[in-house]
């Protein structure tokens, strides 16, 4: 045979779709253990603060079973390359952040959150069983990009017209409901970054002037997302939620680099972050009061006035040591109104003490990194883009969260994912690990340019 044959018989040669293993065995047991982890911790606080089981404990864990054997299912049935992991993580910290709210319930049994919570809960699986089951490709959001950004402007918007609550307009409150419209719009921005930096990588690695050591893209191409960035964000500031202001402000330089390549966005984002940091610290007396509390954490104890939110929280982590005291048996319920929102990882840190606060933080830092590697598998750049944006909302609530109650940064209010109290957060979270499930498919589907059988 002549070499210009061999060459065509080899170039004919049919290849085979490379055959992944599914894995949803492996989500299903990691599923069982993450039901019975939460039930035993629903067992664990009613023996250490009545010395017997609660007699819900069945039914919490039939229920809390129920619902991931649903996830799941949905998952096998429409999503069968998925990664194995995003959903169990989701339904532990789910079921963890249910445990630490009942047993802050059984200490103020005129606030009973508990049972709120499991209802936002079932509505976030349910949300997220109707994303798996309808949405079959994640590129078809990539059409909806100024849809989506038309219905976040709108919901940060809503809040102004209702009263302020603890100092900041952030809620939505009727017929005794309250929504946090915030949380929603965070997912519906991601999906616009996503969509418009997608379409223009190119002219945003490439174009404009060169300015010291960037080379800036021209304003008719970063123009429309910088300017509704910074109306999302002066929105957030107006209504003084200076923790989503935060987190958008990350998103968006995050997602800038990811799709630009260039290391001199997170640069330039640090120093836009602490100078809109010290100017606004200095100017809205709500952000100052709160600076001042960080930098003096002791001052209303030298002052004679009793420890504040940030000194008991302080209080709680040393008191938990190594080991913790115990599920039920801490008294971080002392730092009052915000114990089983902002600060309810204060709980976490007492009770279950540095390992088990290691344990939820390695938690999290796993799905934000199965979100990365989802991305990273993809080759169409909506697909990465949008995987790296989600995973980054929740590194970026984590750490701000995180660093406030610890004392790390200054402390602004929002809601540890699945953990802390707040319907619209979980709905929210819920959502962003539907989306991370169908990206992870669509990525192990396509693995090595095949599709797998």
Request: hydrophobic share 55%; proline share 5%; glycine share 12%.
């Amino acid at each position: 045979m002549t070499k210009a044959g061999t060459t065509l018989a080899a170039t004919a040669t049919p290849t085979y779709a490379v055959r992944l293993p599914r894995r949803r065995g492996i989500e299903l047991a990691l599923i069982v253990l993450a039901v019975l982890l939460s039930v035993y911790g629903y067992c664990a606080v009613g023996l250490a603060k009545t010395g017997t089981v609660p007699p819900g404990a069945a039914g919490y864990g039939a229920g809390l079973g129920v619902l991931a054997l649903v996830a799941h299912l949905a998952v096998r049935l429409r999503a069968p390359y998925a990664d194995p992991l995003p959903l169990p993580i989701g339904v532990l910290l789910n079921g963890i952040g249910l445990v630490l709210i009942y047993r802050l319930d059984l200490q103020t049994p005129g606030d009973r959150a508990a049972p709120a919570q499991l209802v936002w809960s079932t509505l976030g699986v349910g949300l997220f069983i109707l994303v798996v089951l309808m949405l079959r490709d994640h590129r078809v959001l990539q059409r909806y990009a100024y849809v989506c950004v038309a219905a976040a402007l709108v919901l940060l918007l809503l809040p102004i017209l209702f009263p302020a609550v603890n100092g900041a307009r952030i809620w939505i409150r009727f017929a005794g409901f309250s929504i946090q419209p915030g949380e929603f719009a965070k997912v519906l921005l991601a999906v616009f970054f996503a969509a418009y930096l997608a379409a223009n990588r190119n002219a945003l690695a490439y174009a404009g002037r060169r300015l010291w050591f960037m080379q800036f893209p021209t304003g008719r191409v970063l123009g429309p997302i910088v300017t509704i960035w910074l109306v999302s964000v002066g929105v957030l500031i107006l209504e003084r939620d200076l923790g989503t202001s935060l987190l958008f402000f990350g998103l968006f330089v995050v997602m800038l680099y990811v799709a630009t390549g260039r290391t001199g966005w997170i640069a330039v984002g640090l120093l836009l972050a602490v100078f809109g940091a010290l100017a606004v610290g200095r100017l809205e007396p709500h952000v100052h009061g709160r600076i001042e509390d960080w930098l003096h954490p002791f001052a209303s104890i030298d002052a004679g006035q009793g420890p504040n939110q940030l000194a008991q929280s302080l209080f709680a982590f040393a008191a938990g040591g190594v080991l913790g005291t115990g599920l039920g048996l801490g008294h971080s319920v002392l730092i009052g109104f915000a114990a089983k929102s902002d600060f309810i990882l204060a709980t976490a840190g007492e009770e279950l003490g540095l390992a088990g606060l290691s344990a939820i933080f390695l938690l999290y830092g796993l799905l934000v990194e199965r979100g990365y590697r989802a991305g990273l598998a993809l080759r169409d750049p909506f697909g990465r883009l949008l995987a790296v944006g989600l995973a980054s909302i929740l590194a970026l609530q984590v750490f701000v969260i995180a660093g406030g109650v610890t004392g790390l940064i200054p402390l602004t209010g929002m809601a540890m994912p699945f953990l802390a109290q707040g319907g619209s957060s979980v709905v929210t979270n819920w959502a962003i690990v539907a989306l991370l499930i169908r990206v992870s498919d669509s990525a192990r589907r396509h693995y090595d340019g095949q599709v797998a059988p």
